[in-house]
């Protein structure tokens, strides 16, 4: 029987079906083929079969960095040396668990790292796997469509929505692992708030005086005392400030950078984003929207 590898040139690879089986398929032929400790060597880009890993860790670096070049006969994953490249589809329909949609999330996030690690020259291999182990896990034994990463999400959009409180949220959290004792979820809302900016989901927290005067950034990110009305940066308690440097305000700011590269990640969203350069009416006395005057 010949085996399917057509899979392994897909670059869009978290919204295809075809990478996620042929993938799925692939790390089980290589299952028997672990050494003693249970690593095998790695065929992503970037560990070009140099490094080995566990398996589970193999499912991650070939999602994101794709498969490498060349490794036509898979001779350290379970391919005899003689064996036939061939095109026949081969492998199971559904794989290890069922395709998440964050599978789609996580693929328009590395896709744009990675552009950046081929121009630069870096890697960031680990930077996503925490979100990888989320999303492998299932949120509870038996629930293999639903990540706990996937989960969590839509928890942390629901605080949004409805304005929860952090308090609340980690109430909320306990109510769960108290009601569903083997569920796999993070234990309060500052464990998810980290996992939440891997996804490029953060923030910047800037200090702001107490009077709105100014900003304690970039010059004035030492200071104490705000540089216009001399207002104490920190909350006092008699007088004193408390053991605790607690601010008195403070600017949550999401730069603009990584907004605008999240933006052009997705395919959808990049189309949106240059619509007012490529949109324009043809027809020079139509005005169909304001992109088209010569105000614009």
Same mark, same amino acid.
């Not at 690879?13 to 990478?19: A, V, W």
């Not at 306990?174 to 939440?196: C, N, R």
């Not at 730069?255 to 043809?282: D, E, I, N, Q």
């Given at each position: 029987?010949?085996?399917?590898?057509?899979?392994?040139?897909?670059?869009?690879?978290?919204?295809?079906?075809?990478?996620?089986?042929?993938?799925?398929?692939?790390?089980?032929?290589?299952?028997?083929?672990?050494?003693?400790? *249970?690593?095998?060597?790695?065929?992503?880009?970037?560990?070009?079969?140099?490094?080995?890993?566990?398996?589970?860790?193999?499912?991650?670096?070939?999602?994101?960095?794709?498969?490498?070049?060349?490794?036509?006969?898979?001779?350290?994953?379970?391919?005899?040396?003689?064996?036939?490249?061939?095109?026949?589809?081969?492998?199971?329909?559904?794989?290890?668990?069922?395709?998440?949609?964050?599978?789609?999330?996580?693929?328009?996030?590395?896709?744009?790292?990675?552009?950046?690690?081929?121009?630069?020259?870096?890697?960031?291999?680990?930077?996503?796997?925490?979100?990888?182990?989320?999303?492998?896990?299932?949120?509870?034994?038996?629930?293999?469509?639903?990540?706990?990463?996937?989960?969590?999400?839509?928890?942390?959009?629901?605080?949004?929505?409805?304005?929860?409180?952090?308090?609340?949220?980690?109430?909320?959290?306990?109510?769960?692992?108290?009601?569903?004792?083997?569920?796999?979820?993070?234990?309060?809302?500052?464990?998810?708030?980290?996992?939440?900016?891997?996804?490029?989901?953060?923030?910047?927290?800037?200090?702001?005086?107490?009077?709105?005067?100014?900003?304690?950034?970039?010059?004035?990110?030492?200071?104490?005392?705000?540089?216009?009305?001399?207002?104490?940066?920190?909350?006092?308690?008699?007088?004193?400030?408390?053991?605790?440097?607690?601010?008195?305000?403070?600017?949550?700011?999401?730069?603009? *950078?990584?907004?605008?590269?999240?933006?052009?990640?997705?395919?959808?969203?990049?189309?949106?984003?240059?619509?007012?350069?490529?949109?324009?009416?043809?027809?020079?006395?139509?005005?169909?929207?304001?992109?088209? *005057?010569?105000?614009?």
């Amino acid at each position: 029987m010949t085996i399917d590898k057509s899979w392994t040139t897909i670059r869009r690879r978290g919204s295809s079906n075809e990478f996620w089986n042929g993938l799925q398929h692939f790390l089980q032929m290589a299952k028997p083929f672990v050494n003693d400790r *249970g690593f095998i060597k790695c065929p992503c880009r970037h560990c070009l079969n140099n490094a080995s890993h566990q398996l589970e860790d193999l499912e991650s670096h070939i999602f994101r960095n794709s498969f490498m070049f060349g490794y036509n006969q898979w001779i350290h994953h379970g391919e005899p040396v003689t064996a036939n490249v061939g095109t026949t589809v081969a492998g199971p329909s559904g794989g290890i668990h069922e395709r998440d949609e964050m599978f789609d999330v996580l693929d328009d996030i590395i896709s744009e790292d990675a552009d950046e690690d081929a121009v630069g020259g870096s890697s960031s291999n680990d930077q996503y796997d925490d979100l990888f182990a989320a999303l492998r896990s299932e949120l509870y034994h038996g629930v293999s469509s639903f990540s706990s990463l996937n989960f969590l999400v839509k928890l942390m959009h629901l605080k949004v929505l409805n304005k929860w409180t952090n308090k609340s949220f980690d109430e909320l959290l306990k109510l769960l692992k108290l009601a569903f004792p083997k569920i796999d979820l993070v234990e309060s809302y500052y464990e998810a708030k980290k996992l939440m900016t891997k996804m490029g989901l953060g923030y910047s927290s800037i200090h702001v005086c107490k009077n709105d005067c100014a900003l304690f950034w970039k010059e004035n990110s030492l200071k104490d005392t705000c540089p216009v009305c001399s207002e104490s940066r920190w909350k006092l308690q008699s007088g004193k400030r408390s053991g605790k440097n607690v601010p008195h305000k403070v600017l949550r700011y999401f730069p603009v *950078g990584p907004r605008l590269k999240r933006l052009f990640a997705t395919s959808k969203t990049a189309k949106l984003m240059w619509w007012h350069s490529t949109g324009k009416s043809k027809d020079n006395d139509v005005m169909r929207h304001p992109v088209d *005057g010569k105000s614009w």
